[in-house]
Nanobody
């Protein structure tokens, strides 16, 4: 399986972006999928994920209010819609997928077998 993340860019505070993560090689329809982000000099952290049962989980209530994770099984693609972007959202965003991730491990980067290369989101003030 290969994951290709795209959709990043330079935006202003308050703008929106939609990130895409296209999977190839096999269907990830019943896999756990997630978005992580890594700011300069920081660890990679969980943003949002969809567990194998289709449940959506967000890192914080703030992200839940501004971001939406969704999957399109027909396109084998996972999206992250990000609204009301702020400068502290600046990071490289990575998508991840795994066939055996259990719900309690959804937030853990080590639980995922496959990663995209990342797409840079820069939010200017």
């Amino acid at each position: 399986v290969q994951l290709q993340a795209s959709g990043g860019g330079l935006v202003q505070a308050g703008d929106s972006l939609r990130l895409s993560c296209a999977a190839s090689g096999r269907s990830i329809a019943r896999w756990a999928v997630a978005w992580f982000r890594q700011a300069p000099g920081m660890e990679r952290t969980f943003v949002a994920g969809i567990n194998r049962s289709g449940g959506r989980i967000y890192s914080t209530d703030d992200m839940k209010a501004r971001f939406t994770i969704a999957n399109d099984n027909a396109r084998n693609t996972v999206y992250l819609q990000m609204n009301s972007l702020r400068p502290d959202d600046t990071a490289v965003y990575y998508c991840a997928a795994g066939p055996s991730v259990i719900s309690s491990s959804l937030r853990s980067p080590t639980a995922y077998n496959y990663w995209g290369l990342g797409t840079l989101v820069t939010v200017s003030s």
